[in-house]
């Protein structure tokens, strides 16, 4: 019973690390400008690459296992959202602008010099 239990579990987050990894996809081929591609790929990819780690250490069966998949996972909350802060930072800086369809930017401008 307990290992139906698992294969469910398991099963789910799969299936749900799979889906946010296609919505990130997606949102990097649709989305308009780099900030927001960048923020389809930092939310929903940290997400879905969390969810199938989880998956990963869940299946396993081993503590070790999943102690060390749970590590990875929150090493993926805590760095993607300083990397995509630093990236679209470098980004303003080197002139990128945002698409049309953006309401606002509460990012200062940046001079090049």
């Known amino acids: 019973m307990m290992e139906l239990v698992v294969a469910l579990l398991t099963s789910a987050?799969?299936?749900?690390g799979a889906a946010f990894a296609l919505?990130?996809?997606?949102?990097?081929n649709r989305l308009p400008?780099?900030?927001?591609?960048?923020?389809?790929?930092?939310?929903a990819g940290t997400v879905g690459s969390g969810l199938?780690?989880?998956?990963?250490?869940?299946?396993s069966?081993?503590?070790a296992v999943l102690a060390r998949a749970l590590a990875g996972f929150f090493?993926?909350?805590?760095?993607a959202?300083?990397?995509a802060h630093?990236?679209?930072?470098?980004?303003?800086?080197?002139?990128?602008?945002?698409?049309?369809q953006s309401v606002c930017s509460e990012m200062p401008v940046v001079n090049n010099e």
């Not at 987050?13 to 749900?16: A, I, W």
């Not at 400008?33 to 939310?43: C, L, N, T, V």
């Not at 800086?93 to 945002?98: H, P």
């Open 86 to 100: 630093l990236l679209a930072m470098a980004s303003l800086k080197a002139g990128y602008s945002m698409a049309n």
């Open 23 to 28: 919505v990130a996809a997606i949102g990097l």
């Open 52 to 59: 199938l780690l989880l998956a990963v250490g869940l299946q």
């Open 13 to 16: 987050l799969v299936l749900s």
């Open 81 to 83: 959202p300083v990397s």
């Open 61 to 63: 069966g081993e503590i």
């Open 75 to 79: 090493f993926f909350v805590l760095t």
């Open 33 to 43: 400008d780099i900030y927001s591609r960048m923020h389809a790929a930092s939310k």
